[in-house]
């Protein structure tokens, strides 16, 4: 059992080591979702494209970072004798006092520390305390984390306006449409037509001939007027 007052001190420790994780953590998971997500739209810009499926893939990338960072963050510091060993890394002049400071176990028959335990405990308190075992983690390396994960976040925001200010994807270019062809108006007049293919899907991609048979006469000029799936009605001249 670790003595109280040494315990005190490795909690303040483990409490600055998880905070610097959590911060780090987030930093680098926002700024990659950040980099992504520029990228994205830079892409999606040039091409023209909507971004709906790109939107959620930075959005799943933060969630997952975000849940990553805080996982790592709540496992470190846990273990007394590892964050012992790098208090010792940090410190070296403690020459193993703390990892034999926390492995005493109080007396069987007193429940208390004998002279020489408490002895060795009470060395590695008075560098704590001199030195401050905090400083594990020094105060800019916490203050670099706060901004980068900060920043990494602003950036993320205003790259995900940016994709989502694109505009919304056209209805006849996804990625498979069922387009109706319902009547051909020609001129006003009354003609005898057919249309085909008719109803029919096509691909993103693809280019669809459509033709028009008039049986009885062929008039000056022609416009077709299609729906789209979602009942999006569209008007175009033949040729």
């Not at 610097?20 to 700024?31: P, Q, V």
């Not at 209805?171 to 319902?182: H, I």
Request: hydrophobic share 45%.
């Amino acid at each position: 059992m670790i003595d109280r007052e040494l315990n005190i001190q490795l909690s303040r420790v483990a409490r600055r080591v998880r905070s610097y994780r959590l911060w780090s953590g987030l930093g680098f998971a926002f700024i990659l979702a950040a980099v992504l997500c520029g990228t994205l739209y830079l892409m999606n810009r040039s091409a023209g494209e909507a971004a709906n499926s790109s939107l959620k893939l930075v959005l799943t990338v933060s969630a997952i970072g975000t849940l990553l960072a805080i996982f790592v963050a709540w496992r470190s510091g846990r273990n007394a004798v590892r964050l012992a060993r790098q208090i010792e890394a940090r410190f070296p002049e403690l020459n193993s006092s703390l990892l034999t400071a926390i492995e005493q176990e109080p007396q069987t028959s007193t429940g208390r520390f004998g002279y020489l335990q408490q002895n060795v405990i009470d060395k590695a308190m008075l560098h704590a305390r001199v030195y401050g075992w905090h400083n594990l983690i020094s105060r800019e390396r916490m203050i670099f984390s706060r901004i980068s994960a900060i920043g990494g976040f602003v950036l993320l925001v205003l790259w995900t306006q940016g994709l989502v200010s694109l505009p919304s994807a056209d209805p006849g270019k996804s990625a498979e449409q069922m387009v109706s062809f319902d009547k051909a108006v020609v001129d006003g007049g009354e003609y005898v037509v057919s249309i085909e293919p008719g109803d029919t899907e096509i691909e993103r991609g693809t280019s669809l001939l459509v033709r028009a048979k008039f049986e009885d006469r062929l008039p000056l000029d022609a416009t077709i007027v299609y729906k789209m799936e979602d009942g999006e009605e569209r008007t175009l001249a033949m040729k």
